[in-house]
């Protein structure tokens, strides 16, 4: 009886360590795998050429400038006109305030230096 014992006891625990070992080559396939398509991954990166649309050629950044001078000579022409909208305005507002017979119109209080 005790031959039985041992059989089984044997068998079961072969059983065991097959299992054991089958996990662990499972294990080692699963960070196999793992491991090769992290190194497609590195190579893929590896093999990406530089994109040319980030090289600017010389005359792209001198349009560039161009235009740029070309808005703020548009902004100063903008401000010196509306500077000499404002002063002829003023002047025009003035005129008015100092003729004679211009008492119905408002006036302007003035700071005297």
Do not use: C
Request: aromatic residues 4%; positive net charge; without cysteine.
């Amino acid at each position: 009886m005790t031959a039985w014992i041992w059989i089984v006891a044997s068998a079961a625990l072969i059983a065991l360590l097959g299992y054991t070992a089958f996990r662990a080559v499972r294990g080692v396939i699963r960070i196999l795998l793992d491991l090769s398509d992290l190194a497609t991954t590195t190579a893929k990166l590896d093999n990406v050429q530089p994109t040319r649309e980030l090289e600017r050629p010389a005359t792209v950044v001198l349009a560039g400038r161009k235009v740029i001078s070309e808005r703020v000579q548009a902004n100063r022409d903008r401000t010196r006109e509306l500077r000499h909208t404002r002063r002829t305005a003023r002047l025009d507002r003035a005129r008015r305030l100092t003729r004679a017979g211009a008492a119905d119109l408002p006036t302007i209080p003035v700071r005297r230096r």
